[in-house]
């Protein structure tokens, strides 16, 4: 099966290229490094020439209100480049939640994503992660002051890159889902809690308070990011990707 993977050398799509590979499929990974640029369109046409799916993996750079444009417009190209090339299965990847937190723009552009997408001609699946692991830090970057770290005890269910990848790689190769397909870590946290483990890991001196209105996860309301009974839970737990990344840092 040949598989174009725009966004193809970022974190989560250079696993998926080298999953698919492993598998003995022939992924190409697409980005604007590659000249593929999903806003102005160039290279798409070529990108996604005999392939047999895309998975759309891009991102847009902003988490702002100019996230939706980004969102409409890469998508809008990349089904009418898929449209015209015969193209039978559309992967997106977006996030566990993401209609239940209308406060953000992001969050909000994502959803848009996935309406773009499910109303357009060619097959798809929606896969929907929760929140990376490998994105803990920058969360803990968002909300500290010195020495503290700021924090709501949101429930949050991480997820490695790796096992997201994992998932993404299968639902590609399979039968167009025509709906969502829910991925999740193996445990809950409170968000303060997650930081304080991820902190004592790395013998981080910083100190965690809980605040409830700190950061952008301050505005998600009960347990919206967490994997409900549909998901299918990854296997990698948080405290073995932290022992993990501490050998590898």
């Given at each position: 099966?040949?598989?174009?993977?725009?966004?193809?050398?970022?974190?989560?799509?250079?696993?998926?290229?080298?999953?698919?590979?492993?598998?003995?499929?022939?992924?190409?990974?697409?980005?604007?490094?590659?000249?593929?640029d999903?806003?102005?369109?160039?290279?798409?046409?070529?990108?996604?020439?005999?392939?047999?799916?895309?998975?759309?993996?891009t991102?847009?750079?902003t988490?702002?209100?100019?996230?939706?444009?980004?969102?409409?417009?890469?998508?809008?190209?990349?089904?009418?480049?898929?449209?015209?090339?015969?193209?039978?299965?559309?992967?997106?990847?977006?996030?566990?939640?993401?209609?239940?937190?209308?406060?953000?723009?992001?969050?909000?552009?994502?959803?848009?994503?996935?309406?773009?997408?499910?109303?357009?001609?060619?097959?798809?699946?929606?896969?929907?992660?929760?929140?990376?692991m490998?994105?803990?830090?920058?969360?803990?970057?968002?909300?500290?002051?010195?020495?503290?770290?700021?924090?709501?005890?949101?429930?949050?269910?991480?997820?490695?890159?790796?096992?997201?990848?994992?998932?993404?790689?299968?639902?590609?190769?399979?039968?167009?889902?025509?709906?969502?397909?829910?991925?999740?870590?193996?445990?809950?946290?409170?968000?303060?809690?997650?930081g304080?483990?991820?902190?004592?890991?790395?013998?981080?001196?910083?100190?965690?308070?809980?605040?409830?209105?700190?950061?952008?996860?301050?505005?998600?309301?009960?347990?919206?990011?967490?994997?409900?009974?549909?998901?299918?839970?990854?296997?990698?737990r948080?405290?073995d990707?932290?022992?993990?990344?501490?050998?590898?840092?």
């Open positions: 099966m040949r598989i174009a993977v725009i966004g193809g050398t970022g974190l989560i799509g250079s696993k998926v290229v080298e999953e698919l590979d492993a598998d003995g499929h022939e992924a190409v990974p697409h980005s604007k490094s590659t000249g593929v999903v806003i102005t369109g160039e290279g798409l046409e070529a990108a996604v020439a005999g392939v047999d799916v895309i998975v759309n993996l991102n847009s750079p988490f702002d209100e100019a996230s939706p444009a980004f969102f409409r417009q890469s998508m809008d190209n990349l089904v009418n480049a898929g449209r015209e090339a015969g193209v039978r299965h559309f992967v997106v990847l977006s996030i566990v939640g993401v209609d239940q937190v209308t406060e953000l723009d992001y969050y909000r552009a994502k959803v848009l994503q996935e309406e773009i997408l499910a109303a357009g001609p060619i097959p798809y699946s929606i896969v929907r992660a929760t929140q990376f490998e994105f803990v830090d920058s969360v803990l970057s968002w909300t500290t002051d010195g020495d503290t770290v700021r924090l709501p005890a949101t429930p949050i269910q991480p997820i490695s890159a790796q096992d997201v990848a994992d998932a993404v790689a299968e639902v590609a190769v399979g039968p167009p889902l025509q709906g969502i397909h829910n991925i999740a870590g193996p445990e809950v946290f409170p968000l303060d809690e997650l304080r483990i991820t902190l004592a890991a790395g013998s981080d001196r910083r100190t965690v308070v809980t605040d409830d209105s700190a950061g952008m996860f301050a505005v998600v309301r009960g347990d919206a990011l967490t994997g409900k009974d549909d998901a299918s839970l990854a296997p990698t948080y405290a990707w932290l022992a993990a990344h501490q050998d590898t840092a």
